[in-house]
């Protein structure tokens, strides 16, 4: 039995429609890459570039996304078995490839693993699910979805009702926000344009 507050919230996260993130997020590309059987991701930054990169774990092998672009920049069909998934590592590793080839990077997802769930300026993301199994990702600032409206301090950004959530985050930079589910990857930004 849930109490008066619990049921006020539960209520409050069940009437918020699907929105976008707040300035100064924005969605990159059209914010939803398809990606069947994605098991896990993890982040990178690119030593060209300083943008963040999103590496990207499925059955169909690794793939490697400018997380600034959305840009697909490297690709490996057919990881080593051996050592190419994040199960093989007891750290949740996988080699880098592409412009990181040679770094290990962590992955969160399926196997484990997580994200970091703040970023500076006040930034938090969190999962909810007032109708468990079906789960929704929360951003927000200041007290989230505690005190404030729905669009106001906390926004509703993915309702994962078509696929298991596998990974939600920020990057360490704190510039990326991520949302995996089992098929499809979704990225919003606030790094400014060029």
């Not at 059987?37 to 990207?56: Q, R, Y």
């Not at 169909?60 to 920049?73: P, S, V």
């Not at 290990?104 to 994200?115: D, Q, S, T």
């Not at 789960?135 to 200041?142: I, M």
Request: charged share 20%.
């Amino acid at each position: 039995m849930l109490t008066e507050y619990q049921q006020k919230l539960r209520d409050r996260c069940l009437a918020a429609p699907v929105m976008p993130a707040p300035e100064p997020w924005r969605p990159v590309l059209d914010n939803t890459t398809p990606i069947g059987g994605l098991l896990g991701i993890g982040f990178a930054t690119h030593p060209g570039t300083g943008h963040d990169l999103v590496m990207v774990v499925s059955n169909d092998g690794h793939g490697l996304f400018d997380a600034f672009t959305g840009e697909k920049i490297a690709r490996d069909r057919d990881p080593d078995p051996e050592t190419g998934t994040p199960d093989c590592h007891p750290d949740l590793l996988c080699p880098g490839l592409g412009p990181i080839a040679g770094v290990p990077v962590r992955i969160a997802g399926l196997f484990g693993g997580g994200l970091h769930s703040g970023a500076p300026g006040g930034w938090t993301v969190d999962v909810v699910s007032p109708e468990w199994p079906h789960e929704r990702v929360v951003l927000s600032t200041g007290h989230g979805i505690h005190k404030g409206q729905a669009g106001e301090t906390w926004w509703h950004v993915c309702d994962a009702d078509y696929s298991e959530l596998r990974a939600v985050g920020f990057s360490p930079s704190g510039e990326t926000l991520a949302v995996a589910t089992s098929s499809d990857l979704s990225l919003w930004t606030r790094r400014a344009p060029h």
